[in-house]
């Protein structure tokens, strides 16, 4: 995050920028002060509170249609219960390994269907793994639809 915009058109010292910056450091905008931890009680806390524009939130909704629904790219999205969507394979993924799984970790589709999160079909490997591997497929000239059954 740049904070340059908070001097300008002021007069301050290297000093006093610095200090700022110090000040600024990590929070992912200013105004706010509060911890990580209270910040996800405050997110859990919503849950099924009236939203001044949509009406209730998460299971409580009254459009809810049990948590999952599909991207744009056609991803499934479950509800994780902290107020967002997360992509089911990672869900899956991290039920698995009983580990969140790193932001270096991709959940690659063996048979290419994105939508398709069977255990079997999953495969988790590093970001320079799953171009590799992508880069494979597509200069053999594989199929993915071989892979489905």
């Given at each position: ?46 849950i099924g509170e009236k939203h ?46 009983k580990r969140p799984l790193l ?35 597509r200069k053999l000239g594989i ?7």
């Amino acid at each position: 995050m740049k904070h340059g915009y908070y001097w300008l058109g002021k007069n301050r010292t290297e000093e006093t920028k610095e200090k700022i910056r110090q000040a600024l450091l990590g929070r992912t905008h200013p105004g706010i002060k509060c911890s990580k931890e209270t910040r996800e009680k405050m997110s859990l806390a919503k849950i099924g509170e009236k939203h001044p524009c949509w009406g209730k939130l998460g299971p409580l909704a009254i459009g809810w249609k049990g948590g999952k629904k599909t991207n744009t790219e056609g991803y499934i999205l479950a509800w994780s219960g902290k107020n967002k969507y997360r992509r089911e394979q990672r869900v899956i993924a991290e039920g698995v390994l009983k580990r969140p799984l790193l932001d270096t970790e991709i959940v690659h589709h063996i048979n290419g269907l994105r939508s398709d999160n069977r255990n079997s079909n999953l495969l988790i490997c590093t970001r320079s793994y799953h171009s590799w591997l992508e880069n494979k497929i597509r200069k053999l000239g594989i199929n993915k639809a071989t892979f489905r059954t």
